[in-house]
């Protein structure tokens, strides 16, 4: 890295962070839909001339590991110009699924791209079977439209037939077409800061600052790994299912640990499977840094330099590494929980203290949607509901928590039920679901929806069949449960599930406790 001045370094990681959380402060704000504008479901970050990440806001993890990959499917793609903004979704050119909607927006100076602003936002629906756009599928057509690297924006001007082909195959145009504005204005906003920050401090001088800052996030990752004894770390867990068989999907990883490098290898997991939980390999090495992120105690920036010591093996063709066509829409969701949960699972043989049990494992999404008779529009919603925190060796685990690869808020209930034709019967703590232990895994949540209309429903949910494991003699958190009442009539769902519903029906969502750590004795 050389000589630099650690004050410096330090003004500089600030400043291109408070760029990327300006973006969001912008996004957040002028968005139509709630999953955007309260649940900031998005992820906003900075990237240099080669789309290396060099400074993301404190978003959505399994959204920021990934978007390097886009930004660079977007530069092999098209030739960008002044005032251009190129979107996608393509889970197989960087992106997540195809409701995860990227924007790219190019910095020049002197007359080159030398910087990238991004972000990537969730979409309430982009198409596909159902309301939402997170069916049980067989394939990636069936969830919605792909986009590859396009220009809705050219020089400046916004591009109205690749818009209206956009919206032409959505349920909520105007939602989307307001989204869609929100994520513009925000690249906006960080194409002007990073245009300030160049003509105040010269392109020399930040093209050498983004280089020293990935390589000292490079050099602190490398410290982390130096202190984990070496060795070979192993664990195996299981998805219930696809949502279109019943049998358990595998993911099986060792992690081998050589002084300040570490391989991970994922042989030995389950081919890629007919449903939608398949991994492309954006979400898996998303998942992959965020663990390995997490092992450092220091405040380092989350960019590139985490790649340098790691080598991902993840077989081609796997629920890891899925190929083209294979339906992934929980695979960003459901299958990139349980990546964290093996790589935790191994990495608690080699530093057990450092390591927490399993939190709940699943983000418990929800999606519907029909037509709302009031407002005589149609209506698509998305969201995903917390659980248990797995517990650790110095405190017990949270109670009803997002956590791992979801950082999206809570959607209040009164914006909810302002929004859409539904009612909110229950929210709260699901009572005696944590695991025991030394320390306590975290509670999980109860929400109940009465559907006030017709609507069609998807659950896409895990660990209703396999637990949230503990550590070191810590008991399994709860395994969540669904539920649909109608008619008074209380049937139970299977972990994913496809429903049509009628109004005066309601849906009961039982999230998983967190694992307990340490004997209960």
Do not use: W
Not at 353 to 368: E, K, L, Q
């Amino acid at each position: 890295m050389g000589r630099f001045d650690p004050i410096e370094l330090e003004l500089f990681k600030n400043i291109f962070v408070s760029i990327s959380e300006e973006m969001a402060a912008v996004l957040g704000r002028t968005a139509l839909s709630p999953n955007i504008k309260e649940r900031k479901d998005f992820s906003c970050a900075l990237f240099d001339e080669r789309g290396e990440t060099f400074a993301q806001g404190s978003h959505i993890p399994v959204h920021l590991g990934a978007m390097p990959l886009s930004v660079q499917a977007a530069l092999e793609s098209v030739r960008f110009e002044e005032g251009d903004l190129v979107m996608l979704n393509d889970p197989y050119r960087g992106g997540t699924h195809l409701p995860d909607i990227t924007c790219v927006s190019p910095v020049f100076v002197a007359g080159r791209p030398r910087f990238f602003v991004a972000n990537r936002a969730h979409h309430s629906d982009v198409g596909g079977m159902t309301p939402g756009s997170m069916p049980l599928a067989v394939e990636i057509f069936q969830e919605g439209l792909i986009i590859p690297p396009l220009k809705l924006v050219k020089r400046g001007r916004l591009d109205q037939d690749v818009l209206s082909l956009l919206l032409a195959n959505v349920r909520t145009p105007e939602e989307r077409k307001g989204d869609l504005l929100a994520q513009m204005a925000a690249n906006e906003k960080g194409k002007q800061r990073v245009e300030e920050t160049v003509a105040k401090y010269g392109l020399a001088k930040l093209r050498r600052t983004t280089a020293v800052i990935r390589t000292y996030t490079e050099r602190v990752l490398r410290k982390t790994l130096g202190g984990i004894p070496d060795g070979r770390y192993a664990f195996t867990d299981h998805l219930d299912d696809d949502g279109i068989g019943g049998r358990p999907v595998a993911i099986k990883v060792a992690v081998t640990v050589r002084g300040d490098r570490a391989v991970i290898d994922f042989a030995g997991s389950s081919p890629q499977v007919a449903g939608g939980v398949n991994a492309n390999l954006a979400v898996t090495m998303s998942a992959v840094l965020y663990v390995f992120r997490s092992l450092v105690e220091e405040d380092i920036p989350f960019n590139t330099g985490l790649m340098k010591p790691l080598l991902i093996k993840a077989p081609l063709g796997s629920i890891v590494n899925a190929v083209f066509p294979a339906a992934t829409a929980a695979g960003n969701v459901e299958t990139s929980q349980r990546i964290v949960d093996v790589l935790l699972g191994a990495l608690a043989k080699a530093v057990p203290d450092r390591i927490p049990a399993a939190s709940s494992g699943t983000m418990n999404n929800i999606a519907f949607g029909g037509r709302d008779p009031a407002r005589n529009t149609p209506f698509a919603y998305y969201e995903t509901i917390g659980g248990g925190m797995g517990a650790c060796a110095e405190r017990d685990g949270l109670d009803g928590v997002h956590t791992h690869m979801t950082n999206s808020l809570n959607t209040p209930i009164e914006a909810l039920e302002a929004y859409l034709p539904i009612r909110i019967r229950r929210y709260g703590l699901r009572r005696g679901s944590a695991g025991r232990g030394r320390r306590r895994g975290g509670e999980g949540i109860v929400r109940e929806y009465e559907f006030l209309v017709p609507c069609r429903v998807t659950v896409l949910s895990d660990r209703r069949r396999f637990r949230p494991y503990g550590l070191e003699g810590g008991t399994p958190g709860a395994p969540g449960r669904n539920t649909l009442i109608s008619g008074g009539r209380a049937v139970r769902l299977r972990s994913k599930a496809n429903i049509q519903v009628k109004a005066g029906d309601i849906l009961r969502i039982e999230t998983p406790g967190g694992g307990g750590f340490g004997s209960p004795a």
